[in-house]
């Protein structure tokens, strides 16, 4: 399960889930390359780890936006430049965005879904693969959702735009594997992130509750009755980042508690 020596670059990085995944690589010996939207947040991040041992040398932070491909991809090069090499790429950075009935549903929100969260791993992966497919070995992780594997009414645009994540998390494993790159999804259910907190109330008033009846609706649907949380993610992405999941690939692997079991 060690990551000693690997490099590793998250998409969302800063917060929730994937400050968490960071946090775990960094523990398992990985160097990180953190990329999010918050100048601000991301020298937040960077003091706050160094205070915890983990130095320039270890971490590093990316200003930019996912929905921009010119950002997207510079990320991805100066990953390469700064560190030699790009081992992991974790695609985590995604949202439901404008929460509207079918009939309601503009066009440009409905783009907007697949940019956050489809194009965004596309560019990603497709920028990184060439440095792990000359080294043949890589690991590609896609955080997509329970809603990527079922849907629930509102959330059409994020469930189609998962669904899209894990098709071409299926596929890509298929082009790719005998080169020695593995490519999987992890499929969180409801998992109380600073996401969660600021951007829920609107999510839970479009299915017509509070946030803490959303909250209690998801958990209720689960068999283990209780949200995951980060550490439960962040251990599963280890797992397939390390020589361990090497034999793990083209998966869309559930981490909500029981809700969908497949």
Not at 150 to 161: F, I, N, W
Not at 200 to 227: H, N, Q, V, W
Request: charged share 15%.
């Amino acid at each position: 399960m060690t990551l000693a020596g690997k490099i590793a670059a998250i998409t969302g990085g800063t917060a929730g889930m994937g400050r968490g995944i960071a946090e775990a690589f960094l523990a398992q010996g990985a160097s990180v390359a953190l990329f999010a939207r918050s100048p601000e947040k991301g020298a937040a991040v960077l003091a706050q780890l160094a205070a915890a041992g983990f130095g320039p040398d270890r971490v590093i932070f990316v200003a930019g936006d996912v929905m921009q491909q010119s950002d997207l991809e510079g990320f991805i090069d100066h990953v390469i430049a700064h560190f030699g090499t790009l081992d992991i790429l974790v695609n985590n950075a995604g949202g439901a965005g404008d929460l509207q009935p079918l009939v309601d549903l503009s066009d440009h929100a409905f783009d907007e879904a697949m940019k956050w969260n489809v194009y965004s791993t596309f560019w990603a992966t497709r920028r990184a693969l060439p440095v792990m497919l000359a080294k043949a070995h890589g690991r590609v992780i896609n955080i997509s959702s329970m809603e990527g594997k079922h849907g629930k009414a509102v959330l059409t645009a994020y469930s189609a735009a998962k669904h899209a994540v894990n098709g071409l998390t299926k596929s890509l494993a298929r082009e790719v594997g005998a080169a020695g790159v593995t490519v999987n999804a992890i499929c969180p259910g409801i998992v109380i992130t600073d996401i969660i907190r600021n951007n829920g109330p609107a999510t839970a008033k479009a299915m017509g509750m509070e946030l803490d009846e959303m909250i209690a609706m998801f958990a209720a649907d689960s068999a283990i009755k209780r949200p995951n949380t980060v550490e439960e993610v962040a251990a599963l992405a280890v797992l397939l980042a390390s020589e361990a999941g090497g034999g793990i690939t083209g998966q869309q692997i559930s981490v909500d508690g029981g809700t969908a079991q497949y």
